[in-house]
């Protein structure tokens, strides 16, 4: 009887360990990811990327469409208005999605409308054409303060990582103007300025990265506290070295599935990103290549890591005057720059 009951006990241990596996989501029709950017840029890249090996691990077709529009807002009002079917996810940076509300670009949207992906985290570069005036990042800021809105930027829009990273600058130097130019993309902005429509972009390196090598584009610093290093290019100095105050956060991209799909997409998901994603050589590589820094998660820790870039993006938002909600109503309060709620 005791030999019995042990076979009994082993037979229910071995499918509980099946279980899971048996339990996998098998899309039956093809998955749309909707980058809400031009083609090219730093999201779409990642993201173009990081489709085969999903493609692989679920055995269906992943289908990247590029949706561009008002800041990545329309693509991104799109997948949260589709069926919670599983079959229409977006990609972006994280803190673009939690903080739409802020900038009155989607109405009640939050983190918290998302089961979080990230793959990588960016920094934006500040770069020229290379026949610019401006040698150093001293030079340009220099010009910033005295000639204001006479200085062109190259952005893919407000809330883009690029018009961030404008903003943050003047903010940290104490407020100087300057004219934005805005593209449906990371990739056209920077594009743009190789070929002299702008005077300066502050995309991410991984958009300027093949610019940058190609000596079409100066880098003059980095949105961090470290030097980048870019393979073929001569290390690229912090933003620090001249504004030693500003505050930096490293800005996570990845997949975002709506919340309100079914549990057992997110627990497929769940374990072809902590299995395959997080080992992609692909990823490793690419980020290697383009400046960016490999950093895979999912779930809570995905979130964790993600917040203080989000309440650093809300935030700023509201002491440049640019917020149309208060933070308070996605959770933050900015007086204590923290979250409010969990």
Same mark, same amino acid.
């Given at each position: 009887m005791r030999s019995h009951s042990v076979l009994i006990s082993a037979a229910a241990a071995v499918l509980l360990a099946v279980g899971p596996a048996l339990a996998d989501w098998k899309p039956e029709k093809p998955i749309n990811i909707i980058v809400p950017w031009g083609a090219g840029g730093s999201t779409d890249q990642i993201t173009r990327v990081t489709a085969p090996i %999903?493609?692989? !691990? %679920?055995?269906? +077709?992943?289908?990247?469409?590029? *949706?561009?529009?008002? +800041?990545? !807002?329309?693509? /991104? *009002?799109a997948v949260l208005g589709a069926p919670k079917d599983g079959y229409t996810w977006t990609a972006n940076a994280i803190a673009n999605n939690a903080t739409y509300a802020v900038t009155g670009l989607i109405e009640g949207t939050d983190i918290d409308d998302w089961h979080i992906y990230l793959s990588v985290a960016n920094v934006p570069v500040v770069s020229v054409p290379v026949d610019s005036e401006f040698q150093d990042f001293g030079q340009l800021l220099e010009a910033f303060k005295t000639r204001g809105d006479d200085i062109t930027v190259a952005t893919a829009g407000v809330t883009s990582s690029g018009g961030t990273a404008i903003a943050s600058l003047s903010g940290a130097a104490g407020g100087f103007k300057y004219r934005m130019v805005t593209y449906d993309g990371g990739n056209p902005a920077v594009i743009a300025t190789a070929s002299g429509e702008a005077m300066v972009t502050t995309q991410l390196a991984v958009e300027q990265a093949?610019?940058? $090598?190609?000596? $079409? %584009? $100066? !880098?003059?610093?980095?949105?961090? +506290?470290?030097?980048?290093? %870019?393979?073929?290019?001569? #290390?690229? #100095?912090?933003v620090t070295q001249w504004l030693p105050d500003m505050p930096v956060a490293p800005d996570y991209f990845g997949i975002f599935i709506p919340a309100g799909v079914p549990d057992e997409v997110i627990a497929t998901m769940d374990k072809i990103w902590a299995e395959k994603v997080s080992n992609s050589q692909a990823i490793k590589d690419y980020a290697a290549k383009q400046g960016a820094v490999f950093a895979p998660s999912h779930g809570a820790e995905a979130r964790a890591k993600a917040m203080p870039i989000v309440i650093e993006e809300a935030c700023g938002r509201v002491e440049r005057n640019e917020a149309q909600v208060d933070p308070k109503t996605?959770?933050?309060?900015?007086?204590?720059? /923290?979250e409010i709620k969990n």
């Open positions: %999903l493609e692989e !691990a %679920l055995g269906q +077709s992943v289908v990247v469409v590029n *949706q561009p529009g008002a +800041s990545g !807002a329309i693509g /991104t *009002q093949e610019m940058i $090598r190609g000596k $079409r %584009l $100066r !880098a003059l610093a980095v949105l961090g +506290s470290d030097p980048l290093v %870019l393979e073929g290019v001569d #290390p690229i #100095p912090p996605i959770g933050i309060d900015c007086a204590t720059h /923290t």
